[in-house]
């Protein structure tokens, strides 16, 4: 089983810039794909981003492709989501997820077993 803690959120103004880390522990992290996922107030959690365990596949939901890039460190048994161009839609709390490494599509929410506490990303316009 493996433990996943978020950290990088907060206020930034329409057009900045975040970056979200997701340190994890407690199980071999070559062994999980990862994703970030978010939600809104009001609104269902919707997949953001997701790499594979090798680090060599990526994919991103439509509206962060271009804006977002997801990286991981497995040395470092940590995810990453690096934000750019942020728009007040953005706001929401940011999830990072884990899934035992498998073949499916990495944004399939249903897939992913292990979850962060979130941390939230506010953005100002």
């Known amino acids: 089983q493996v433990h996943l803690v978020e950290s990088g959120g907060g206020l930034v103004q329409a057009g900045g810039s975040l970056r979200l880390s997701c340190a994890a522990s407690g199980s071999t992290f070559t062994n999980y794909d990862m994703g970030w996922f978010r939600q809104a107030p009001g609104k269902e959690r919707e997949f953001v981003a997701g790499i594979r365990w090798s680090g060599g596949s990526t994919d991103y939901a439509d509206s962060m492709k271009g804006r977002f890039t997801i990286s991981r460190d497995n040395a470092k048994n940590t995810v990453y989501l690096q934000m750019n161009s942020l728009k007040p839609e953005d706001t929401a709390v940011y999830y990072c997820?884990?899934?035992?490494?498998?073949?499916?599509?990495?944004?399939?929410?249903?897939?992913?077993?292990?979850w962060g506490q979130g941390t939230q990303v506010t953005v100002s316009s």
């Open positions: 997820a884990g899934r035992v490494r498998a073949w499916r599509p990495i944004a399939t929410l249903i897939d992913y077993r292990y």
